[in-house]
């Protein structure tokens, strides 16, 4: 008789530890990443305070947009087109590849260069309603050339699964940045900020293709007309994965130029504020789903069982992780706009306790996201977003007018909410998907608890918000320790760690 490899239980584990292992591997990437970018922020928070702050960041998605709009999605595309010729193991194939990617990279991009340079003007004056800022962006315009080569070395690499010189890069990357980014500020004021978006790009570059030296990767030589005739392909599917993320910058840039338009760069400047703050606890999640939960999901799309349980399980697992930070994040709100930025952003407290609830949506919603692309269905989810964009940029529009700033920010919870009905009526149709009773429990308290601590921030002090948050923070801490440990199973040293400690063991099971 022959024995099955593992039972269903031993299974369900290890899928577990799958997600957890992955997130956390990810995850100290993104944390050196992390406090190299807070660093970069205090700095520049101090050299030129929220009007500064708010113009870097409306530059920096500008810069951003136009790698999408003439990038036509060929390095998202190219990760595959790479991927696949490197595992048929055909030197030739995957050389002809990686030379229309570079080809792509930089013809799109000194395109991109030429077009956003000569409207410089015409963009200042659209953004923020004066052509004062067009020699800055004109400056800024070779940022996009250099930016698309960067961005199709990291797309070779990640093809050829070449993880850790990817995380050197990164990590090398944003060293360079902060310091380039710094220097010039604190040269030039806020004429440096240009200047620095420039010397960022390169000093990337630079990092990018000195780790490619040492890479053995296939070289050929083929002519740029036949690398153009490959393009097609990377251009066709390109168009297709970047739609989405178009729309999503498209909606954060016309946000940024709405509030610099009604308010100012100085009310732009504690937006950023409020909304880097939050996203950054829960980044290194959402960024370990794209990698790892994404491939594994469209492995199973077939099966509507087991895509749905693996829906679960993420979900299970990514607010069980997220959860403490976020609470978190809300206890010490004050004391973490003053620390990672300066006493000028106070007002971006109110606005963080807002963006932490549709941060708790955000994670709540966010596997669910890629059930239409594991299912293949790109239309559906280009005009799902569509819908869920168009949708969030009404409600900032009218939520602004109505309350201000805060109503910007309350209008991030708002898309959120909408955004899981969406998808949760798209998902339903398209597998079955339904909450495991697990989720759901976990949905209900960690949406009441958060709702409870966000009112009552509202109500007391800062101090005694502080105290109340921080407490409810280590119970639920250690509430998710348990379910996590009971999930990972005995042998995992997270549960060996917890039976260490008899007060550890029992409560809040």
């Excluded at 980014?181 to 420039?198: D, N, Q, T, W």
């Excluded at 296939?218 to 970047?242: N, Y």
């Amino acid at each position: 008789m022959i024995r099955p490899s593992s039972t269903p239980v031993e299974h369900t584990r290890k899928s577990y530890q799958g997600i957890l292992k992955s997130a956390a591997l990810l995850g100290s990437a993104r944390v050196m990443t992390l406090v190299i970018g807070l660093a970069r922020v205090k700095a520049l928070a101090v050299l030129i305070g929220p009007v500064g702050v708010g113009l870097i960041g409306t530059y920096d998605v500008l810069v951003q947009m136009a790698i999408y709009v003439f990038g036509m999605g060929v390095q998202a595309s190219g990760v595959r087109q790479v991927a696949i010729a490197n595992s048929q193991q055909d030197p030739d194939r995957t050389a002809r590849t990686i030379a229309t990617l570079r080809c792509l990279s930089w013809s799109l991009g000194l395109f991109g260069t030429v077009v956003v340079g000569a409207s410089a003007w015409a963009i200042s004056r659209l953004t923020f309603k004066d052509p004062g800022h067009g020699r800055d962006i004109l400056i800024l315009s070779p940022a996009i050339l250099l930016t698309s080569i960067y961005a199709g070395g990291l797309a070779i690499l990640q093809g050829c699964q070449r993880i850790a010189d990817l995380a050197k890069i990164t990590v090398l990357s944003a060293i360079g940045q902060a310091v380039s980014v710094v220097a010039f500020v604190y040269m030039l004021g806020e004429r440096g900020i240009a200047f620095s978006f420039v010397a960022s790009g390169g000093f990337s570059l630079l990092i990018c293709r000195w780790v490619m030296k040492g890479t053995a990767l296939p070289k050929a030589a083929p002519t740029w007309a036949s690398s153009m005739g490959e393009s097609g392909t990377f251009i066709k599917l390109g168009l297709s994965l970047t739609n989405a993320l178009l729309l999503s910058t498209l909606v954060a840039y016309a946000v940024r130029s709405l509030i610099a338009r009604n308010l100012g760069l100085e009310a732009v400047g504690i937006y950023l504020c409020a909304y880097g703050l939050s996203g950054k606890f829960i980044g290194f999640l959402l960024d370990a789903m794209q990698t790892d939960f994404y491939p594994r999901l469209s492995a199973v799309a077939h099966d509507h069982e087991d895509l749905n349980r693996l829906v679960n399980q993420q979900t299970e697992i990514v607010l069980l992780m997220a959860m403490p930070g976020l609470l978190a994040t809300l206890a010490f709100a004050p004391w973490l706009v003053r620390l990672f930025y300066s006493g000028a952003f106070d007002g971006a407290t109110v606005l963080l306790r807002w963006f932490i609830l549709g941060c708790l949506v955000r994670v709540i919603y966010a596997p669910i996201a890629f059930v239409q692309l594991a299912k293949g269905r790109s239309l559906l989810y280009f005009v799902s977003e569509a819908v869920i964009s168009l949708s969030s940029l009404a409600a900032t529009f009218v939520l602004l007018k109505a309350f201000g700033l805060r109503g910007a920010a309350a209008s991030y919870l708002v898309a959120n909410l909408f955004q899981t009905i969406v998808l949760l009526a798209i998902s339903r149709r398209l597998t079955g998907f339904k909450w495991s009773s697990h989720a759901v429990r976990f949905l209900l308290i960690f949406v009441s608890i958060s709702t409870v601590c966000v009112l009552v921030s509202f109500v007391l002090s800062d101090i005694q918000t502080a105290l109340v948050c921080a407490v409810v923070a280590a119970a639920v801490s250690l509430y998710c320790m348990r379910q996590l440990a009971d999930r990972l199973g005995p042998d995992h040293r997270m549960s060996r760690f917890l039976a260490r400690f008899a007060f550890l063991s029992g409560p809040l099971q």
